[in-house]
């Protein structure tokens, strides 16, 4: 079966690297670059190289365990796994100073000063009625908003960090995280046994990102290629897709995840044939972006990791 992926981020990539044995696997990414919200930079630092993240950064084996077996499965070995002592920091925009920076969960050489105060009672309360609900059972349909809006709390703490924080998590606005389920947006918080342990990769996240990408040479991933539309056959035979440069293709199945829940995820899927191959090299006849992260999977599976990391 043919099968196109949107998002060449680790979710989009761990299917391709998932489904490539068994079907043609085709992947869409409209930035020039893999990885999605995984960005690293290599930088050195007191005689060594370390990575800074500039999007995704924390795991956890406590909280992602699905995400910590498939580090091992990419072959990571135990010591690129670091903790660290976490806390959280939140500043309305446009605010020089937080107004909430928790305690951090372990020692650190370099300690922050806390800023408490109302909104540390508000995110209290808020995980205590959280993890009460999620103990009872609290129907997966129950969106986010009936369980804030009852809450003891001001409303611009409810808008700047009660509904704020998972919705950059879930990298929606306030109205859209308002409709999510509310099992789904507090089970970060309260669904770990005991108190979740904070990890960085030592390598930088974005790494698993190309380590998913090298795992994966029979697919294809072709960056700048954003989706502008997709159209239902109307004959059910094929799903034909129109990219940002006006190409078109077709294929056989389309993953995709619909935005009102993150509970929920469709798939259509119908029957096709390839309708177009795309080239190695750009017009020029200078190798396309697509065709450099084939060479840099290639190095990867050679040497186990990038040229610039």
């Not at 909280?63 to 010591?79: A, C, I, M, T």
């Not at 389920?181 to 669904?191: C, E, G, I, L, P």
């Not at 697919?219 to 006006?246: E, F």
Request: glycine share 8%.
């Amino acid at each position: 079966m043919r099968i196109g992926i949107a998002g060449a981020g680790i979710a989009g990539l761990a299917v391709a690297w998932l489904l490539e044995d068994d079907h043609e696997c085709v992947v869409l990414e409209s930035r020039d670059r893999i990885g999605g919200h995984a960005r690293s930079v290599p930088i050195w630092l007191n005689g060594k190289q370390v990575s800074i993240e500039l999007g995704s950064q924390d795991i956890s084996a406590d909280v992602f365990p699905l995400h910590r077996r498939l580090l091992e499965l990419l072959g990571y070995p135990g010591e690129q796994i670091r903790p660290i002592p976490a806390s959280l920091s939140v500043r309305r925009s446009g605010a020089v100073e937080p107004f909430l920076v928790t305690p951090a969960d372990g020692p650190t050489e370099h300690p922050r000063s806390t800023v408490l105060g109302p909104a540390w009672e508000a995110l209290g309360c808020f995980l205590e009625h959280a993890l009460d609900r999620y103990e009872s059972g609290d129907d997966w349909d129950v969106p986010l908003a009936d369980l804030v809006e009852p809450l003891p709390v001001p409303d611009d703490l409810k808008r700047d960090l009660l509904y704020a924080r998972p919705a950059s998590l879930f990298c929606c606005d306030i109205e859209q995280v308002k409709e999510l389920s509310a099992r789904v947006a507090t089970h970060f918080y309260v669904a770990a046994s005991g108190e979740a342990r904070w990890q960085q990769l030592a390598s930088g996240l974005e790494s698993s990102a190309w380590a998913l990408a090298a795992g994966s040479p029979r697919a294809r991933i072709k960056t700048g290629a954003a989706l502008r539309r997709r159209a239902a056959p109307a004959n059910g035979s094929n799903w034909p897709t129109r990219r940002a440069n006006g190409t078109r293709s077709t294929a056989w199945s389309w993953p995709f995840r619909r935005r009102r829940r993150a509970t929920s995820s469709r798939r259509w899927r119908a029957p096709a044939t390839c309708a177009r191959r795309w080239p190695r090299s750009g017009p020029s006849g200078r190798p396309t972006r697509s065709t450099s992260i084939r060479s840099t999977c290639r190095r990867i599976r050679r040497t186990g990791r990038p040229a610039t990391w």
